[in-house]
C-alpha cells in the first residue's frame, strides 16, 4: 500500500517536471475566447480515442462540447469557466487533453482510462469570455442559476450532470487575486470547497468523498505552493451549482485560481491545476483517496480576502498643517482594450488608515517617509515620442508624476513609462490622498522625493527599480 502511494507521489512529481510538453500553446493568455478552443475541440472528435458532442448552445448560440474519454465504471465530470473571466481551468484542461492524447506515462493513463470515464465541458459561459466578463449574456450569475435554470448554459450543465449522474464533479472558476490565506500575507494561489447539500452542513458519503479529494489535492498544492492553499466557507447557498451537485448524489469539488506572485497571466496557476486535477483523476481512478482522513479538510486554513497589490505602511500624511501617520492599500486593477483581448493597468487607492490586517503583494516600510502630490512638468511637449526621449527617472526624482503632451493619439490609454501623460486641456486634481483616487505622489525622505507611486507602481528613486507596468494617458 505505501509503495502505490510512493509511485503515485512520483506521478505527480513527474506531472509537474514534464508539464512543458503537454502545455497547449495556443492559450498562453487569460483572455481566451471561444473561438480559441473551437480547433482544439474539432482536432479531439478526430481522434477515435475521445467522443465529442454537443451538448448544447450559449444564448448568444456558441456550442457547448462535452469531450469524453474513458471505460471505466466511474465517471467524473469537470466544466469550467461558468463565469465568463475565469479562464485559468480551461487552459489547464486543453493541457490534460493534451496529456491524454499523447503517448507517454502508458500505465498510469491504462489505469486511469480503464478505471474512469472522464468529460470535460470547457467554457461553460462563451458569451460571457467573448467580453471577459463573469456573467452571461442574461445578465445573470449562472452559479445562481442551479434552481430557476432560466440560462441555457445552466439547463445544459444540469442536463449532462443529471445524465451522466457522475461520480465526481469538478466545478473549475477563478477567484479574485485579492484572497488569502487566512492571517498570513500569502495569496490563496488556489481555494478549495466541498460544498454543503443543507443548511446543517451535513456530511454524508458523497459529500465526504469530495473533501477526501480534496485533502489530497491540498497536499500537492502545498508542495509547490506552500501555505497558498484557502478553504471557503460552507454556508449552503439553496441556488448554487456546486451545492445542488453535491445533494444531486455527485461529489462536488470547487476550485478556484486566485493569485500567485509575479504570475499576472496566472500560467504558473494553470500547472498547479494541472498536476493537482491530474493527480486527483489518478487518485480517484485507484480508490487510494478513500483512506484519507476526513478531519483533515478542517485542517485547511480558511479563505480570507486581506491582500492589497500594493502596501504602504505608516506613511505620514500632512492635512492641514498637521501630521498624520496613514497606511494605504492599492489594487492595480485591469481595464480591458476594446477587443476584451488585452489589458492595461488603472489603479485605485481601496482603503487607508490603520492597515495592520492586511497584506501586499508588494509592501513598503514608509516610518519616516511623507507623502506629496506629484507635479507637472513645465514644458509641453509635442508628441508623445518626445516623451519617450525624456529621461523619466530624472524627472520623478524632481517630482514630476505628469507630462502635458500637444497631440495624443486617440486609441491610447496607457503609455508603458513611469510618467503620466496629460492632455492641453487635462487639469490634475489638487493631491487629497482618499479612497477612489488614482495615486500618483513621492514619498520624500528630509524633503528629497525617495520613492514615486505611479499608476499605483512604486519605483524606487534611487536604484530606478520598481515592478512597475504602465502610466495612464489622461485627456
Ligand atoms: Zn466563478
Do not use: C
Amino acid at each position: 500500500m505505501f509503495s502505490s502511494f510512493g509511485q503515485e507521489k512520483d506521478f505527480t512529481s513527474s506531472l509537474y517536471a514534464s508539464y512543458g510538453k503537454y502545455k497547449e500553446p495556443s492559450l498562453d493568455k487569460r483572455r481566451i475566447k471561444h473561438v480559441d478552443i473551437q480547433p482544439l475541440i474539432n482536432t479531439l472528435s478526430n481522434n477515435p480515442k475521445f467522443k465529442v458532442a454537443v451538448v448544447g448552445k450559449s444564448i448568444e448560440g456558441r456550442n457547448l462540447s462535452l469531450i469524453s474519454i474513458g471505460t471505466g465504471p466511474t465517471d467524473v465530470f469537470l466544466w469550467s469557466q461558468m463565469h465568463g473571466d475565469e479562464p485559468t481551468a480551461t487552459q489547464a484542461i486543453f493541457d490534460i487533453l493534451n496529456f491524454l492524447t499523447s503517448t507517454d506515462f502508458k500505465s498510469e493513463k491504462e489505469n486511469i482510462l480503464k478505471n474512469l470515464k472522464l468529460h470535460f465541458l470547457p467554457m461553460l459561459n462563451p458569451d460571457g469570455a467573448e467580453i471577459y466578463q463573469r456573467r452571461n449574456t442574461l445578465g445573470i450569475d449562472i452559479n445562481r442559476d442551479a434552481l430557476s435554470l432560466q440560462s441555457p448554459e445552466g439547463r445544459t450543465l444540469k442536463r449532462v450532470r443529471d445524465s451522466l449522474n457522475a461520480d465526481f464533479g469538478f466545478n473549475l472558476h477563478d477567484q479574485s487575486t485579492y484572497y488569502n490565506a487566512e492571517r498570513t500575507n500569502k495569496p490563496a494561489t488556489i481555494s478549495y470547497l466541498a460544498p454543503a447539500f443543507n443548511y446543517e452542513k451535513d456530511i454524508n458519503e458523497v459529500r465526504a468523498n469530495a473533501m477526501k479529494v480534496i485533502v489530497y489535492m491540498n497536499k500537492i498544492i502545498q508542495k509547490y505552493a506552500p501555505g497558498q492553499v484557502g478553504r471557503y466557507n460552507d454556508d449552503f447557498e439553496p441556488r448554487a451549482f456546486g451545492d445542488n451537485i453535491q445533494k444531486w448524489g455527485t461529489s462536488a469539488i470547487l476550485i478556484e485560481s486566485g493569485g500567485y506572485h509575479n504570475d499576472p497571466e496566472k500560467q504558473e496557476i494553470r500547472k498547479l491545476n494541472y498536476v493537482s486535477i491530474l493527480s486527483a483523476i489518478y487518485s480517484i481512478a485507484k480508490g487510494n483517496y478513500k483512506s484519507i482522513p476526513l478531519a483533515d479538510y478542517e485542517k485547511i486554513p480558511e479563505n480570507d480576502r486581506k491582500l492589497f497589490d500594493l502596501k504602504l505602511n505608516n506613511l505620514t500624511y500632512n492635512l492641514l498643517g498637521k501630521n498624520y501617520m496613514l497606511d494605504v492599500g492599492i489594487h492595480q486593477l485591469e481595464v480591458d482594450d476594446a477587443m476584451h483581448q488585452n489589458y492595461y493597468n488603472s489603479s485605485r487607492v481601496v482603503d487607508q488608515g490603520d492597515l495592520s490586517t492586511f497584506y501586499g503583494y508588494e509592501t513598503l516600510e514608509g516610518k519616516g517617509l511623507s507623502m506629496t502630490g506629484g507635479k507637472v512638468y513645465p514644458k509641453t511637449l509635442a508628441s508623445i515620442k518626445e516623451v519617450e526621449q525624456l529621461k523619466v527617472m530624472d524627472l520623478l526624482r524632481s517630482g514630476f508624476t505628469y507630462v502635458r503632451v500637444e497631440n495624443i493619439p486617440k486609441d491610447k490609454n496607457f503609455i508603458e513609462l513611469p510618467i503620466n501623460v496629460i492632455g492641453k486641456n487635462y487639469k490634475v486634481p489638487e493631491f487629497k490622498m482618499r479612497v477612489g483616487i488614482n495615486p500618483n505622489f513621492l514619498l520624500e525622505q528630509q524633503g528629497k522625493p525617495r520613492y514615486a507611486i505611479v499608476n499605483g507602481f512604486l519605483i524606487d528613486l534611487k536604484s530606478g527599480e520598481g515592478n512597475f507596468k504602465n502610466a495612464l494617458i489622461l485627456r
